[in-house]
């Protein structure tokens, strides 16, 4: 049974769906995808601008969601399924106790927990109890600042049950993403061994497909020579979703 104390909450939902996950080092796990509604943070290539809306008409009831998601649920497996909490920014200041007040819940109920970071804050005590956390770096392409002190946090906060992920337009983003994480390497005294103490956190490169752009088989190309040429520091993971649905399809 849940806590009858959480009902009143109500979370700022855009969508709750069952796909599998397209992106990043944990490519092809089912998931269920717990889609919160609201976004500051304002990427220029951002492929879910209709989750940036702050409204009262996507609040759900917690005990609506907590339905929606055990009604997705494979049959018998509940513990050992997957939950991703992605947004829009689940971890905006106003939507922060309705992430707790879920996680509270789906954690009593046996879910493995992600929680997708748009890497502007952290937030300990949700990132202790989730089993899994997706850290964006923001490139220059996406016209948001990185924090390279958070960035810096995160690393050594949270290694063993995280990813970072970089979205690469061109040979800019990439160069960026280089010199940050060098710089970083450095700053942290991890060693000379590059490749090695990043396993720790592995640091994704997701080839830039935006809505409505047709596939740039030459992009993903040319980034997958860039980082060779540097040592194959990163993992350069596409987007599956938007290979197999096209880029305009949404809830998979």
Known sequence: MFSATVWP?????????????????RIG??????RFQGCHVGCLNCDTKETWEFSEQYLWPLEKVIEKIHSLSIKGIKGKQWVSITGGDP?????????????????KEGYALNIEASGTRLVPD??????FISFDCKTPSTGVKTQEKLLQQFILNYPFKSQIKSVIADERDFDFV???????????NLGENLLSQISQTPWCLTPCYNTGEKFSAEKFIKILKLNESYGNIFRVIGQQHKWIYGPDKSEV
């Open 91 to 107: 971890l905006h200041p106003s939507l922060e106790p309705q992430v707790r007040a879920l996680i509270v819940e789906l954690k």
């Open 9 to 25: 909450m109500k979370c700022s939902i855009n969508s709750i769906f069952k796909s599998t996950e397209g992106e990043g080092i």
């Open 178 to 188: 280089h010199s940050l994480y060098t710089r970083l390497i450095q700053e942290l």
């Open 29 to 34: 796990i089912p998931q269920i995808f717990v």
């Open 126 to 131: 949700i990132f202790e109890q989730v089993d």
